[in-house]
C-alpha cells in the first residue's frame, strides 16, 4: 500500500517541488491550502490536473494553521504516514510588519498541528520546517546543529518556537519529529519578492526593455544559497532516517547579494550598478548579515548532499525569467496590435 503524506505550505516554493518529489516515489498526498480570494494554485497546477479521476494520488483540502479545528479534522481523516509542516509567514523584512500574524502561522501553528497529532491518537513521522535565520547574529561560523541560536526577527522568534515545541514533543511523546534547518534555497519558484527571485525578475525585464530600474536595500548581506529542489530530498531522507533528528542543510559556500547581481547581470551582459538604486525601505530594523551552513552531519547520516551550485542556481533563474520576459513582451506586442487594429492604425 503506498504511503501518505500530508503537506502545509503546499502552494508554497518548497511545497511543490516536495510534492512533486512524494508523487513520483508513488506516496498519495494531501495538501492544505488556504481560501484566497484569487487561485494561488500555479505552483501545483501542473500535478493537479483532474481532482475528480478516483485515481489521483494529490488532493487539496481547505485548512489553516491557525485554525485547531480544521487541523484536527484534516489529520482525523487523512490519518497521514507522514507530516510536512511548511506553511509559514515566511518573509523576514514582512514579519517586522506583522509580527504578531507572524508568531500565530509559524510559531503557534506548529503546536497546533502537533496537538492535532496528539488529538488524533496517530503517530505519523513530522518534519518541521526550521530556518538558517534562527542563527541571526551569528555566534560562530560555518554554523552547525550545535551553533546557539540568536534570533534577528519576529519570523526567525516564531521559528525558534516551532523548532523547539518540535524537540520537546519528540522528547515527550517519542514522536518522529525533526527539524530540518535549512539554509536559503531558492528555484524558478521562488516568491518574487525575496531577493534572488527580484533581482533574476528585474535583470531579465531590463534586459528585454521592460523596466528600467531595480530598486534593492542591503547589498552587503552574505547567504548560504542552496537549489529548492536539492532540499526537499533532505526533508524526505529526514523522515526515513533510523532515529529522528535536527540536521543542518546547507552548500557551504557564501556570496553577498552583489555577487549575486554580478552573476545574474554578468549572464546578460548587462552591469548592474546602471541599473540598481538603493531604497531604504527594504533595510530591516535587524539584519542578518552572514550565514554559512555546515551540513556535514547530513552528509554523513542522510548521505544527502547538494547537486546544483551557485553559478548553476543563478543561470537556471535567469534562463527561465528570460523566458517569462519574453512571454511578457510578446503578449505586450500582441496587445498593442490588437489595440491598433481596433483603432484603425497599425504598427509594424
Ligand atoms: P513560501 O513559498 O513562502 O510558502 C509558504 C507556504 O505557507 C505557502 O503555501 C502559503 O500558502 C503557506 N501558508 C502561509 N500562511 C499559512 C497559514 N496560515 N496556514 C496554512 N498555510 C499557510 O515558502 P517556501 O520558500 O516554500 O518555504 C517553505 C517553508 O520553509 C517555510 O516554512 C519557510 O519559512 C521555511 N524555510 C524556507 C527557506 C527558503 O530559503 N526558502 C529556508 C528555511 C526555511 P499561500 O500560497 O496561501 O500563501
Ligand atoms: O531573500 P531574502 O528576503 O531572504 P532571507 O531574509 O534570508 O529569508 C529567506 O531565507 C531564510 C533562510 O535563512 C528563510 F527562513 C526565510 O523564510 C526566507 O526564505 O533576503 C536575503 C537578504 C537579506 O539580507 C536582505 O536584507 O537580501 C537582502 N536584501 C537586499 N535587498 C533584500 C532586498 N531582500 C529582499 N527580500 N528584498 C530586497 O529588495
Known amino acids: 500500500m503506498s504511503k501518505r503524506a500530508l503537506v502545509t505550505g503546499i502552494t508554497g516554493q518548497d511545497g511543490s517541488f516536495l510534492t512533486e518529489f512524494l508523487l513520483e516515489k508513488g506516496y498519495e498526498v494531501y495538501g492544505i491550502i488556504r481560501r484566497a480570494s484569487s487561485f494561488n494554485t500555479d505552483r501545483i497546477n501542473h500535478l493537479y490536473q483532474d481532482p475528480h479521476a478516483p485515481d489521483t494520488r494529490l488532493r487539496l483540502i481547505y485548512g489553516d494553521l491557525n485554525d485547531s479545528s480544521s487541523l484536527n479534522t484534516i489529520l482525523r481523516n487523512t490519518q497521514p504516514d507522514e507530516i510536512y509542516n511548511l506553511g509559514a509567514q515566511s518573509h523576514v523584512r514582512v514579519s517586522f510588519d506583522i509580527p504578531e500574524y507572524t508568531a500565530e502561522v509559524t510559531g503557534v501553528g506548529t503546536v497546533r498541528i502537533l496537538e492535532a497529532i ?40 516564531a ?36 531577493v534572488s527571485r527580484k533581482i533574476t525578475r528585474a535583470a531579465t525585464r531590463i534586459k528585454l526593455g521592460l523596466q528600467d530600474k531595480l530598486y534593492l536595500g542591503n547589498l552587503d548581506a552574505k547567504r548560504d544559497w542552496g537549489y529548492a529542489r536539492d532540499y526537499v530530498d533532505a526533508m524526505w531522507l529526514m523522515l526515513q532516517a533510523e532515529e529522528p533528528d535536527d540536521y543542518v542543510i546547507a552548500t557551504g559556500k557564501t556570496h553577498s547579494i552583489r555577487e549575486f547581481l554580478d552573476e545574474a547581470f554578468g549572464h546578460l551582459d548587462l552591469n548592474w550598478k546602471e541599473y540598481v538604486e538603493i531604497d531604504p525601505r527594504y533595510y530591516r530594523p535587524t539584519e542578518v548579515d552572514l550565514l554559512l551552513g555546515d551540513s556535514t552531519k547530513a552528509r554523513r547520516v542522510l548521505g544527502w548532499e547538494p547537486k546544483v551550485n551557485f553559478k548553476e542556481l543563478v543561470r537556471l533563474m535567469v534562463e527561465y525569467d528570460l523566458d517569462l520576459a519574453r512571454h511578457e513582451k510578446a503578449s505586450r506586442s500582441l496587445g498593442e496590435r490588437a489595440i491598433s487594429a481596433e483603432t484603425g492604425w497599425w504598427e509594424t
Open 159 to 194: 521559528k525558534a518556537y516551532a523548532y523547539y515545541i518540535t524537540v520537546n514533543y519528540r522528547e515527550s511523546y517519542g514522536l518522529f519529529a525533526c527539524n530540518g534547518i535549512l539554509f536559503n534555497h531558492e528555484s524558478e519558484r521562488r516568491g518574487e519578492t525575496f
Open 118 to 157: 496528539r488529538e488524533a491518537g496517530i503517530k505519523p513521522k513530522f518534519y518541521q520546517a526550521s530556518s538558517s535565520e534562527l542563527f541571526g547574529k551569528v555566534v560562530e561560523s560555518p554554523q552547525t546543529e550545535r551553533t546557539p541560536f540568536y534570533p534577528r526577527s519576529p519570523y526567525a522568534c
